[in-house]
C-alpha cells in the first residue's frame, strides 16, 4: 500500500532522496515517515511529518542532513545528504491514519541505502 523508490549506492559524502507513494486505497493519512534497519540492529525512526509539512522530527543520529518533506497528502520524500556509512540500512517508509509519534498503519516494502566508505 506504500511504494517507495529512490534507494541506491552512494559514496560517503554523497546525496540521495528517497520518495514514497501511497496508493488510492488509503485515505485520510495523517502521519508520514522513514524507518530504516541496519544488519544485526533493530528499526530505528528516523523522521516523521505531519499533514501539511507541519512539526517534522528527526532522530538525533540525522538531525541538519536529513530532510523530511511532504509533497501532498499522500507522498513524503527523504532528502539524504552528507551520508555515512553508518546510513546503511533497508530504509522502510510508514504511515499512519492520525497524529502519532511511530507511525505504523501502513508500510512500504522497504528500500535498501548502501554508504561506501
Known amino acids: 500500500q506504500l511504494v517507495e523508490s529512490g534507494g541506491g549506492s552512494v559514496q560517503a559524502g554523497g546525496s540521495l532522496r528517497l520518495s514514497c507513494a501511497a496508493s488510492r486505497s488509503i485515505f485520510s493519512i495523517s502521519t508520514m515517515g522513514w524507518y530504516r534497519q541496519a544488519p544485526g540492529k533493530q528499526r530505528e525512526l528516523v523522521a516523521t511529518i505531519t499533514d501539511f509539512s507541519s512539526n517534522p522530527k528527526y532522530a538525533d543520529s540525522v538531525k541538519g542532513r536529513f530532510t523530511i518533506s511532504r509533497d501532498n497528502a499522500n507522498t513524503v520524500s527523504l532528502q539524504m545528504n552528507s551520508l555515512k556509512p553508518e546510513d546503511t540500512a533497508v530504509y522502510y517508509c510508514?504511515?499512519?491514519?492520525?497524529?502519532?509519534?511511530?507511525?505504523?498503519?501502513?508500510w512500504g516494502q522497504g528500500t535498501q541505502v548502501t554508504v561506501s566508505s
Open positions: 510508514a504511515a499512519a491514519r492520525t497524529v502519532v509519534a511511530r507511525p505504523g498503519d501502513y
